[in-house]
């Protein structure tokens, strides 16, 4: 599991994520978990405005990225997800 304070630079949040994971991988770890909020933390609008669909988009591609380079899995507490309806936390 990641502890981790998040905030509204996603950036700094998938690069802290990508240290955590690379260290746990080299401790041997499978499988990591990390809080809510992990990628953003931030006001509302924020939140909104960075929101992905499902299955593609900048934030998800990086996190993909980091759990294939550690050859672990990496399940995220949560992050904006855009549908049909408006954002969601997935």
């Known amino acids: 599991i990641i502890q981790m304070t998040s905030g509204p630079d996603i950036n700094a949040n998938l690069d802290f994520i990508e240290k955590q994971c690379a260290l746990a991988s080299k401790q041997g770890a499978k499988l990591v978990l ?4 992990t990628v ?3 006001s509302r609008e924020a939140y909104h405005q960075h929101a992905e669909p499902l299955g593609s988009g ?3 591609q990086r996190l993909c990225e ?3 380079k550690n050859q672990l899995t990496l399940i995220v507490g949560s992050m904006p997800i855009q549908t049909a309806k408006g ?3 997935t």
Not at 34 to 37: A, H, Y
């Open 34 to 37: 990390t809080p809510e909020n």
């Open 40 to 42: 953003l933390f931030s």
């Open 58 to 60: 900048m934030i998800q």
């Open 66 to 68: 980091i759990a294939r």
């Open 87 to 89: 954002v969601t936390t």
